[in-house]
Every structure is written in C-alpha cells, then in structure tokens.
C-alpha cells in the first residue's frame, strides 16, 4: 500500500557531504514520522534521525551538527543532508515512516525503504 524510495546515495571522501532523499507514495492520510536508521556491516539498525509532521527533530548523537534531516509534507518527502561526513558514517542508509493509510485510518503502518549505500572514504 505504501511505498518508500530512496535517492542520493554513493561514495565521498571524508569531510564531504551527499544529501539523501525518501519519497512515500501510496494510499496515504497521513505521514506522522520520517527518518532515516543506518547499518553498517556486522552491526544493528540504528536511528540517525527523525522528524515529525510538526517538524520536531532528533538526532544521535554521533550526527549532531554535521547532519540535518527536513521534510516537505505536501511531497510525502524527507531529505538527509549529511556534511563533514567520516569513514564511520559508511553503512546502508533506510528511509523509514509512520504511515496513515486509508484502509487503517486508526493505525499508524511502519514502513522501510530499500535502502541507499553510504561509502566515505579516508
């Protein structure tokens, strides 16, 4: 019912930038949360960062003050503008949402994108 693509991915050196973006489509009502969680190999799943529908944010703190995560509601979009970036922010990159859909307008769906390779290089 929902779908999350991600774009923006690929490789860097270290202290450059690259900017993520997550486009939902589908049967949407509402989108009350995007983020984005990153795995690197041999590790878990972990939050980057999240915003709500009312723009309030958090980061982790590995990425607080070189990462900045935005959303345009009327796009169902949510962007990751990731600066000064480091070898350890190499990993997959997920798009993740809380999602209103028509046929469960009393629920809120999570839902994951595909995810986008992250490579910075030393």
């Known amino acids: 019912q929902v779908q999350l693509v991600e774009f923006g991915g690929g490789l860097v050196q270290a202290g450059g930038s690259l900017r993520l973006s997550c486009a939902a489509s589908g049967n949407i009502v509402n989108i009350n949360f995007m983020g984005w969680y990153r795995q690197a190999p041999g590790t878990q799943r972990d939050l980057v960062a999240r915003?709500?529908?009312?723009?309030?944010?958090n980061y982790a703190d590995s990425v607080k003050g070189r990462f900045t995560i935005s959303r345009d509601n009327a796009k169902n979009t949510v962007y990751l503008e990731m600066n000064s970036l480091k070898p350890e922010d190499t990993a997959v990159y997920y798009c993740?949402?809380?999602?209103?859909?028509?046929?469960?307008?009393?629920?809120?769906?999570?839902?994951w994108g595909q995810g986008t390779l992250v490579t910075v290089s030393s």
């Open positions: 915003i709500t529908s009312t723009g309030s944010t």
């Open positions: 993740n949402a809380g999602v209103v859909v028509i046929s469960a307008p009393y629920r809120t769906l999570e839902v």
